[in-house]
Structures are given as C-alpha cells and as structure tokens.
C-alpha cells in the first residue's frame, strides 16, 4: 500500500503560478508511472500530465507549454509546476502513482484561479 501526501495547492490569480508536490510512501515495490488529474466541479476527472520512471512526460493539450511535471525518484515525489494559470484551471488536483500490484490516488488538494 503506497500513501500520497500532496501539497501546494491553494489560491492565486489568473496568469500567477503554482507548484504542486506529491510524496509517495517507502514501499516494497518500484513506483513506476506518476501523474496529476484533476476534477473541476460538475466535470469528470481528467489527466493533467504523467511522467514515467525514466522521465518521458505527457501532459493535457490544454496544459501544454503552461504546466511542467518532474519528479525525484529518490524521493518518490512528482511536482507540478503551473504556469500562466487561467480560471479555467480551477478543480481538484490528484496525485497518482503506479506499481505492479496497484495504482494508487491522494486525498486532492484544491488549486482556484480567480479573474
């Protein structure tokens, strides 16, 4: 079982900035893919960006050149650092993480945007 401790949310105004962090928990087996969604009010969840192990990332056509995932997997942690953000970004950010024997969600931690 892998435990997700994400924080930086909070709230900023259009075209300011955000950097989301994620620590996963020591665990027996290799945490492989780690990722944001994130779930507006109303709207169903959707991926932000994911970054393998080894470092390939994709991300949202609608955060493109906006939003930068990274990770340290020394430290099992994934950041998401948001850029010329819009209110249109406003939801619930998650933090996922996946092994081989699961994949695993944080509790959410809200970002609003105002105009």
């Known amino acids: 079982q892998v435990r997700l401790a994400e924080s930086g949310g909070g709230l900023v105004q259009a075209g300011g900035s955000l950097r989301l962090s994620c620590a996963a928990s020591a665990s027996t087996f290799r945490i492989n893919d780690m990722g944001w969604y994130r779930q507006a009010p109303g709207k169903q969840r959707e991926l932000v960006a994911t970054?393998?192990?080894?470092?390939?990332?994709n991300y949202a056509d609608s955060v493109k050149g906006r939003f930068t995932i990274s990770r340290d997997n020394a430290k099992n942690t994934v950041y998401l650092q948001m850029n010329s953000l819009n209110p249109e970004d406003t939801a619930v950010y998650y933090c996922?993480?996946?092994?081989?024997?699961?994949?695993?969600w944080g509790q959410g931690t809200q970002v609003t945007v105002s105009s």
């Open positions: 970054i393998t192990r080894g470092g390939n990332m």
């Open positions: 996922n993480a996946q092994q081989i024997i699961g994949t695993y």
